[in-house]
């Protein structure tokens, strides 16, 4: 188990940290955080630079497309839906060489979401997760959300009886908490191979819902496909730096908007998918104001009611999530008892600057 921080947290001024140090301080409550190392940590003197543009060469572009660093003779693999998922058991991520690494990029692209079960990867050093995840490109840093202190490269995802920051996001008078989305797609180079390791988990419930955004696009008419091709929409960061002012969170980096393609190319297996998502995706380039929600409200509805192109990931503690971010959107599902717990952390590469279909 990680070793636990506690210690090292003061308060701040702001609200969010002060919950989170009253978090903390409470440790040695019988049910406590399985891995109070990784309790979401907020500073608002934390500040990020601009991001610049890297060069970058999908991983997947390299591997063996036999895949037998990763597929091995005692691994097991059973495919969740035709269009995404697939449950692997029988290797360890944390054992892969760097052409298993390769493979583990191709066969995400491919498969759009793999769940590995038992993984040995949330109780590695947090030096030895980021090792790996940076196979895959240079990690995300958040400019909001919670993290690990002196480790911003973690995107902590927690919720308990008395802290729900995406209730508070979201607001308390929606019917449900769905929201569709592909992560930070407002940067300039998006995400590619994603990680999200489960260390407290519900029993049931509070699982993750995907959908493949290139079934999406296979299935609108010719027509609809070519008017699609060519135009490119903006995605904000706006909406979540005011979210946090408001409350008193960090700011890390300015908020961005950026423009990029309806439909972008995959760089390695060349599928075409569709890019817009209802979390971050605010207007066509253009178009005029009611062509563009028009268009929008189509696409986001086309998304969210595909259920033969979605699938429910299911999560107990040691599982690990590996996802392309480039072809799929996802939702959190909050169906489970507000008193539990539920506690995982994300790592982001990033990738290529979309590729226009």
Known sequence: MAPSVADKTTASENGVTEKIVSLKANLTAKNGPSYPFYLPYFDVNEKFPPTEIFEFTDPGSRADPKKPNLLGPNTITKDVTPYLGTEITGVQISQLSKEGLDELALFTAERKVLL???QDFKDL???????????????????TSGNVKGYPEFHVVYRDAEYDVF????????????SWHSDVSYEK???GTTFFFILDQPDNGGDTLFLSQVEAYNRLSPEFKKRLEGLRAVHSAVPQADFSRTRGGPVRREPIETEHPVVRQHPVTGEKALYVNQGFTKRIVGFKVEESEYLLKFLFDHISKGSDFQVRATYTPGTVVVWDNRVTAHSAVGDFDKRLRRHAVRLTPQAEIPIPA
């Open 189 to 191: 180079q998006t995400p």
């Open 167 to 178: 209730r508070e996001y979201f607001g308390g008078d929606r019917i449900n908490q769905t």
């Open 125 to 143: 050093s947090p030096d030895r997760q980021i090792e790996i995840a940076r196979h895959f490109g240079p990690i995300q840093r958040h400019p």
């Open 116 to 118: 590995f079960r038992d």
